[in-house]
């Protein structure tokens, strides 16, 4: 059984390889937004249509002792979002998540979590505009608090639509136990824009 240390956070796995992750996350998400991008061509009047694709921006506060203690009382977060064509549940709809949380977006320093999820937007309504729903999401996060680790998470939360293209939502974002720095436990709220 290997040892973990504070660089290291899997056997042979230390904090170069969480940094190479988090570039090729980078790396994978710039690919799929122009894979987006293209799968959706429309080469109409307006271009580029981007159907599916979603650039949200918010504040999550941490509810961790561990967070509170080694970063500030809010963190900044940036995520993009990907539509799935089909989902699992009558009146929703499914996408694949990348979220950055840190004290500084763009940033990747002490203090971070990326997470890939599989989410399900459920809404009340069929149709009409200003649906509510919730959100439900699982995956993976990888997190840089005094040391690397990689978590499994949860999401939760609600949302309203404020237009065909905009929308609000409240989500807590929960993660397992790190070797050493607790958990990555926050609750956020987010504004989001839907192409």
Known sequence: MSKTTGTETLPGLGRDWISKMKTTLMALTAVMISGVASANSNFQDSGVNLEGFVVKLGLAFPIDNTLKNNLSSNINSLGLEFGISSSYAKNSEAFL????????????????????????????????????????GIGLGFTDITSSD?????????????????????????????ANDGSFNTIGLYFGYRF
């Open 150 to 178: 990689t978590v499994y998470l949860l999401k939760g939360g609600f949302g309203k639509e404020l237009s065909d293209h905009t929308f609000i939502e409240a989500v807590g974002t929960f993660s397992s136990k790190t």
């Open 97 to 136: 998540g990348l979220d950055y949380y840190g004290k500084n977006v763009g940033q990747f320093s002490k203090g971070s979590l990326t997470a890939v999820t599989y989410n399900t937007r459920l809404f009340k309504e069929a149709d009409g505009a200003r649906r509510s729903y919730t959100l439900l």
